[in-house]
Nanobody, 122 residues
Framework: QAQLVESGGGLVQPGGSLRLSCVAS????????MSWYRQAPGKERELVAA????????SYADSVKGRFSISRDNAKNTVHLQMNSLKPEDTAVYYC???????????????WGQGTQVTVSS
């Protein structure tokens, strides 16, 4: 049974930093692209950052470019999201996602963590 467990959320003042971590188990971690999503109250879940299975390529939402950094350690089955210069609008529940192509053409295999709350407030 695949499982993703996030940690590192909390309350931080504007301008501060947090580092989120997601540890995966029960799957071949190095075969999965990993992403961080977030969902604020009353809003849809949005993609924040993504990294390819080998870690060679990353992408970011425009709203976090230059402030957030995604990285992974395939030896430790872990993906991180370093968040700097945090703003109140970054307040949300942050979710870890693992995704790879399924056996059927066009199908995907998706796993989600339970989420970790990030609150940016003075």
């Amino acid at each position: 049974q695949a499982q993703l467990v996030e940690s590192g959320g909390g309350l931080v003042q504007p301008g501060g930093s947090l580092r989120l971590s997601c540890v995966a188990s029960g799957l071949t971690f190095s075969s999965y692209a990993m992403s961080w999503y977030r969902q604020a109250p009353g809003k849809e879940r949005e993609l924040v950052a993504a990294i390819t299975s080998a870690g060679g390529s990353t992408s970011y939402a425009d709203s976090v470019k230059g402030r957030f950094s995604i990285s992974r350690d395939n030896a430790k089955n872990t993906v991180h999201l370093q968040m700097n210069s945090l703003k109140p609008e970054d307040t949300a529940v942050y979710y870890c996602n693992a995704r790879r192509d399924g056996l059927r053409v066009g199908s995907l295999i998706d796993y989600w963590g339970q989420g970790t709350q990030v609150t940016v407030s003075s």
